[in-house]
């Protein structure tokens, strides 16, 4: 079934197919479903984790507070690591309450897309295609939408509007000038004058830099998804060369195994690679959104913890 998605071109999984258009401009396109089914699946799905990780009834017992099931279990322990491990230590207690909910949608959406360009929903259209009316290319829903740089430029451009506009409400239009500034003001007005050149060319450096933080983010993803697809296509592109060559049934037997076992770990590492880019893609825009927050929060949450601390020994003699 794959030599159908990788006979002509071993991109085709990630390439997008225009389903309607209006004269020369696309109307609807088989990843603008396929991204329609994957934010569906993710409703659906985590609205069912949302019920199982409620409390339930008095007469449960303690039970009553263990989240039901073992998906749902593994979605919390996936999103209580992220938000206590990676998100809050970057960004503080105060910050995370806001975007956690962001940040946590990011994630998983990307995850879900991801996943979901490894089922072979396109394969199974075209080879339905292929053996119903003769046309090996029928495909409508399906492939991977996060392999396409429009999508991923989408998520990024999303992810830079969040974290310019944190940037406002959090340091202010002032300060947020000042950041881009990289700190050289305020300044004496005589200093300021003096280093006007150097200021200059720091206020050039951080505008380009907030085109390029969401560029990075968004070819990273785009980049990664499209060349996993390309080398698990290319090694089922080999038996397909046999069978055209006519190597002969050893020929084509051997090549179908050597490239089948290499198939199935690349498979493996693209299931690894699909989790891990939607963590970096996460992760990023949580680094991103800290560099527009105050400097001083962390520092006062450690001076809250080390006074908590220190109250805690001074109140241990007295509690013994």
Same mark, same amino acid.
């Given at each position: 079934?794959?030599?159908?998605?990788?006979?002509?071109?071993?991109?085709?999984?990630?390439?997008?197919?225009?389903?309607?258009?209006?004269?020369?401009?696309? &109307?609807?396109?088989?990843?603008?479903?396929?991204?329609?089914?994957a934010?569906?699946?993710?409703?659906?799905?985590?609205?069912? %984790?949302?019920?199982?990780?409620?409390?339930?009834?008095? =007469?449960?017992?303690?039970? $009553?507070?263990?989240?039901?099931?073992?998906f749902?279990?593994?979605?919390?322990?996936?999103? /209580?690591?992220? $938000?206590?491990?990676?998100?809050?230590?970057?960004?503080g207690?105060?910050?995370? $309450?806001?975007?956690?909910?962001?940040?946590?949608?990011?994630? @998983? @959406?990307?995850?879900?897309?991801?996943?979901?360009?490894?089922?072979p929903?396109l394969?199974?259209?075209h080879?339905?295609?292929?053996?119903?009316?003769?046309?090996? !290319?029928?495909?409508?829903?399906?492939?991977?939408? =996060?392999?396409?740089?429009?999508?991923?430029? *989408?998520?990024?451009? #999303?992810?830079g509007?969040?974290?310019?506009?944190?940037?406002? $409400?959090?340091?202010?239009?002032?300060?947020?000038?000042?950041?881009? /500034? *990289?700190g050289l003001?305020?300044?004496?007005?005589?200093?300021?004058?003096?280093?006007?050149? #150097?200021?200059?060319? %720091?206020?050039?450096?951080?505008?380009?830099?907030?085109?390029?933080?969401?560029?990075?983010?968004?070819?990273?993803?785009?980049?990664?998804?499209?060349?996993?697809?390309?080398?698990?296509?290319?090694?089922?592109?080999?038996?397909?060369?046999?069978m055209?060559?006519?190597? *002969?049934?050893?020929?084509?037997?051997?090549?179908? &195994?050597?490239? *089948? %076992?290499?198939?199935?770990?690349?498979?493996?590492?693209?299931?690894?690679?699909?989790?891990?880019?939607?963590?970096?893609?996460?992760?990023?825009?949580?680094?991103?959104?800290?560099?527009? =927050?105050? !400097?001083?929060?962390?520092?006062?949450? !450690?001076?809250?913890?080390?006074?908590?601390?220190?109250?805690? %020994?001074?109140?241990?003699?007295?509690?013994?």
């Open positions: 079934m794959f030599f159908l998605a990788a006979a002509d071109d071993p991109t085709g999984h990630s390439k997008d197919i225009i389903l309607w258009s209006i004269g020369d401009t696309p &109307v609807l396109t088989m990843h603008m479903l396929t991204l329609l089914l934010a569906g699946l993710f409703l659906w799905l985590m609205n069912i %984790v949302g019920n199982a990780m409620q409390t339930g009834p008095e =007469t449960d017992g303690n039970e $009553r507070f263990i989240t039901k099931g073992r749902a279990q593994m979605i919390e322990a996936m999103i /209580c690591w992220l $938000r206590d491990e990676i998100i809050q230590p970057i960004l207690a105060r910050v995370t $309450r806001t975007y956690l909910p962001y940040l946590l949608t990011v994630f @998983f @959406f990307i995850w879900f897309n991801n996943i979901l360009g490894l089922i929903l394969d199974l259209q080879l339905i295609g292929a053996v119903g009316w003769g046309d090996d !290319h029928f495909a409508i829903i399906g492939g991977t939408a =996060t392999g396409n740089l429009m999508v991923t430029a *989408g998520l990024a451009v #999303i992810a509007l969040v974290i310019i506009a944190h940037g406002f $409400r959090d340091l202010g239009p002032k300060e947020f000038f000042y950041h881009l /500034c *990289g003001l305020p300044a004496p007005p005589l200093q300021a004058i003096a280093m006007s050149p #150097i200021i200059a060319l %720091v206020l050039i450096i951080e505008l380009a830099g907030l085109l390029i933080k969401p560029t990075a983010l968004a070819i990273r993803l785009f980049a990664n998804m499209l060349a996993g697809h390309t080398l698990l296509a290319t090694l089922l592109l080999f038996t397909y060369m046999a055209d060559q006519g190597l *002969g049934l050893l020929g084509v037997t051997s090549v179908a &195994v050597i490239s *089948g %076992v290499g198939s199935i770990a690349i498979y493996f590492l693209e299931i690894f690679v699909a989790t891990l880019q939607a963590f970096i893609f996460m992760f990023l825009t949580t680094v991103f959104i800290s560099l527009f =927050t105050h !400097h001083d929060e962390h520092e006062h949450e !450690h001076e809250e913890d080390h006074d908590m601390a220190a109250t805690d %020994v001074l109140q241990e003699p007295t509690a013994a």
